[in-house]
């Protein structure tokens, strides 16, 4: 399977925290994307790296990129309750033609 | 104000039925997508379809049809054949390729 592995599957944090998912790929990749998804909802765009990038940043979320490891990090920080989500990273291969999906992150926010 | 609408949001089908789930878009995209999400297991392809009167077979695409008949409609069928239908289903377009993908808030399909 080409499919990403989320760790950890399930992150339970205080608001104000940070909250850091990470995403390992198998293939080499043209592109990673982060999606979150709310309970019974469909996936929200979150943020796009490209595989000659190291690093981006989009409000309080950062994401990295290793391609030598096939890993990448998503981190949101100060956390709020309405951060509470499934994150989802999604890789599209150098020689495929479709985004493959990983299980997911289950993220939990306590006020 | 631009987006994916899928129809409907709960659909239940009996024993040797044939369902049609919608998704229609209003972006302008050219290529839309099928996906299938079970629990903890992420999104799995069904079809995808790049240009109107196209379309090609995902990962699992046995017990489903497609069509693409106009740029902003993508219905998909869950046949008899479909042994195992009850699921989340999700609709989601892009302006084609690696781009990202814009999703409906799905139809969640259960067996009667």
């Known amino acids: 399977s080409q499919q990403g592995e989320e760790d950890p599957q399930a992150l339970s944090i205080q608001e104000g925290e940070n909250a850091t998912m990470n995403c390992s790929y198998k293939?080499?990749?043209?592109?990673l994307q982060w999606y979150r998804q709310n309970s019974g909802r469909g996936l929200v765009h979150l943020i796009l790296?490209?595989?000659?990038?190291r690093e981006k940043h989009s409000g309080r979320l950062r994401v990295t990129l290793d391609t030598s490891k096939k890993s990448s990090s998503l981190l949101i920080t100060a956390s709020r309750a309405a951060d509470t989500a499934s994150y989802f990273c999604?890789?599209?291969?150098?020689?495929?033609?479709?985004?493959?999906f990983g299980t997911g992150t289950s993220l939990t926010v306590i006020p | 104000d631009g987006g994916i609408t899928q129809s409907p949001k709960y659909l239940f089908r009996k024993e040797g039925q044939n369902v049609t789930l919608s998704c229609e878009q209003n972006?302008?995209?050219?290529?839309m997508y099928w996906y299938r999400q079970d629990p903890g297991q992420g999104l799995r392809l069904i079809y995808y379809?790049?240009?109107?009167?196209?379309?090609q077979k995902g990962d699992i695409a046995e017990g489903y049809s497609v069509s693409r008949e106009k740029k902003e409609s993508f219905p998909l069928t869950v046949t008899s054949a479909q042994k195992n239908p009850t699921a989340f289903y999700l609709c989601?377009?892009?302006?084609?390729?690696?781009?990202?993908?814009?999703f409906g808030d799905g139809t969640r399909l259960s067996i009667l």
């Open positions: 989601a377009s892009s302006q084609g390729g690696n781009q990202p993908q814009h």
């Open positions: 293939t080499s990749i043209n592109n």
């Open positions: 790296i490209r595989s000659n990038e």
């Open positions: 999604a890789t599209f291969p150098n020689t495929g033609n479709q985004f493959y």
């Open positions: 972006l302008n995209h050219d290529a």
């Open positions: 379809s790049q240009i109107v009167n196209d379309f």
